[in-house]
C-alpha cells in the first residue's frame, strides 16, 4: 500500500487538515467552558435553579445571566437607582404579587408602567378580580355577559367601568391645573387601603410611578370623564402634563451616580426610561447611559421595533454605556420575572440596600438622599 493512501482505520478523521498553534490555541480558548447540566436533585430553592441555569443554553443560560446582572446591580457600592419599566398583561397575568414584593423588598427605586397595569392593580385593590380564562372562549357570548378578555384571563367590565369613574371621581376633588402623572398617581394612591397594591406600597415606600402613556389606559378614560364634567359645568380642572413627567424623571436620573434599567416586556416604559438618559443632557450630566440594564421579552428584534431591540443597539445612542452589563432572555414575563425576583429575595440582594428618599417641591426635586431602611 502506498504512503499516500489514507489510513481508513482511523476513521474519517484523516480528512481534517491539521490545525497551526495560534488555530489550535484559538480553538481551546473557544471550547474552554463545557455547558453545565442542570441536577434538579442538587435543587433545592428558586435561587438554586437560577443560579445553575447561568451554566446552561438557550434562555436558561439568558435567564442566569439576567440575575448575574442583577447582582451586580445590588453590589455595587455606587448603588445604581434601579428604574422597573413595566409592559404587557403582568396584573392580568399574575404577577401582582410578583411586583409588589420586589418593589417592597427595597430592589426598585422608580416604577415606570404602563396605565393598564397599574390601573388593574387599582382595579383589584378595589375589591374586584381578574379570572381564570381561556383563550379559546366565545368572545361574543362574553360581550353579552359583559366580560371582557385578556388573553385567558376575564374581568368584570361593569367593575372596569365603575373603577373607571371614581378615578375620575378622584380627579374632581384635586385642586385644578397641570399635573405629572407621577403626581396623579400619588393621589390615587392615597384613596385605597390595601396592603397587597402595588400602588399602595410604591406610596408608602416614596417610590414614584410614572405612567407616561396614561391617557391610553382607564385610567385615561376615567379623566376624560373628568374633563367632560369640567367642560360641561365651566369649571377648571387637573390635566396631565407629560412633559413635566420627563422633567421629574430626567432629574432623578441626573442626580444618580449610576442608573440601572429592568425591562419588563418593552413598549413606551422602555423607551421613556431610555430616553430620560438622553434628556439628562439638560441638568449637565452628559454621556452617562445606563450602567445596568436586563430585558425580559418576546418581542422579536427583526421587525426593528423598540420592544424588541437589543440592549447592544441602545449603546449607539448612548442610553447603555459601552461597557455596561447587560442581559436579555427571550422569555414571556409571567415566567421570567418570579423566576428572577424569587431568587432576588432568596438570595437576600437588597437587604443591606438603602432607601432613596426623594423630596419634591412641585414638579422640582429639592433633595436626592439614601437613607438605611427599618
Wanted: with cysteine.
Amino acid at each position: 500500500m502506498s504512503d499516500k493512501t489514507p489510513k481508513r482505520d482511523l476513521g474519517f478523521t484523516y480528512i481534517y487538515p491539521d490545525l497551526d498553534a495560534s488555530e489550535q490555541r484559538k480553538k481551546d480558548q473557544l471550547l474552554r467552558e463545557s455547558v453545565r447540566p442542570l441536577f434538579p436533585s442538587k435543587t433545592e430553592s428558586v435561587a438554586d435553579l437560577v443560579h445553575a441555569m447561568a451554566g446552561m443554553s438557550i434562555q436558561a443560560r439568558n435567564i442566569g445571566q439576567c440575575y448575574q446582572v442583577m447582582q451586580q446591580i445590588y453590589a455595587d457600592e455606587d448603588r445604581p437607582t434601579v428604574l422597573l419599566g413595566l409592559a404587557g398583561p403582568l396584573v392580568a397575568g399574575g404577577l401582582r404579587q410578583v411586583i409588589r414584593e420586589f418593589i417592597a423588598s427595597g430592589l426598585v427605586d422608580v416604577v415606570v408602567s404602563t396605565g393598564a397595569i397599574l390601573y388593574q392593580d387599582l382595579y383589584q385593590a378595589r375589591g374586584y378580580q381578574h379570572f381564570r380564562g381561556t383563550p379559546d372562549a366565545d368572545d361574543c357570548e362574553l360581550r353579552s355577559l359583559l366580560i371582557d378578555r385578556i388573553y385567558d384571563t376575564y374581568v368584570d367590565e361593569k367593575g372596569f367601568g365603575e373603577t373607571d369613574t371614581w378615578v375620575g371621581l378622584v380627579a374632581d376633588q384635586m385642586e385644578p391645573g397641570a399635573v405629572s402623572s407621577r403626581q396623579f398617581m400619588d393621589v390615587l394612591a392615597d384613596e385605597i387601603d390595601d396592603p397587597n397594591s402595588m400602588v399602595k406600597t410604591c406610596r408608602e415606600a416614596g417610590i414614584p410611578m410614572f405612567v407616561p402613556a396614561l391617557n391610553d389606559s382607564s385610567i385615561g378614560i376615567g379623566l376624560t370623564e373628568h374633563h367632560h364634567r369640567c367642560i360641561q359645568t365651566g369649571k377648571a380642572g387637573i390635566k396631565i402634563d407629560s412633559i413635566q413627567d420627563n422633567y421629574e424623571l430626567t432629574q432623578i436620573v441626573a442626580a444618580s451616580k449610576a442608573t440601572a434599567a429592568i425591562y419588563v416586556a418593552g413598549g413606551v416604559p422602555k423607551n421613556y426610561i431610555n430616553d430620560s438618559i438622553v434628556m439628562s443632557y439638560i441638568f449637565d450630566r452628559k454621556d452617562q447611559g445606563h450602567r445596568y440594564a436586563i430585558q425580559m421579552t418576546t418581542a422579536v428584534t427583526q421587525d426593528g421595533g423598540l420592544s424588541g431591540s437589543t440592549l447592544d443597539e441602545a449603546k449607539s445612542w448612548g442610553k447603555v454605556k459601552v461597557d455596561a452589563s447587560r442581559a436579555m432572555a427571550w422569555v414571556e414575563p409571567t415566567v421570567a420575572l418570579p423566576l428572577l425576583v424569587t431568587a432576588a429575595l432568596q438570595d437576600g440582594l437588597g437587604k443591606r440596600r438603602t432607601r432613596l428618599v426623594l423630596s419634591w417641591n412641585g414638579e422640582l426635586l429639592d433633595k436626592i438622599a439614601h437613607v438605611e431602611r427599618s
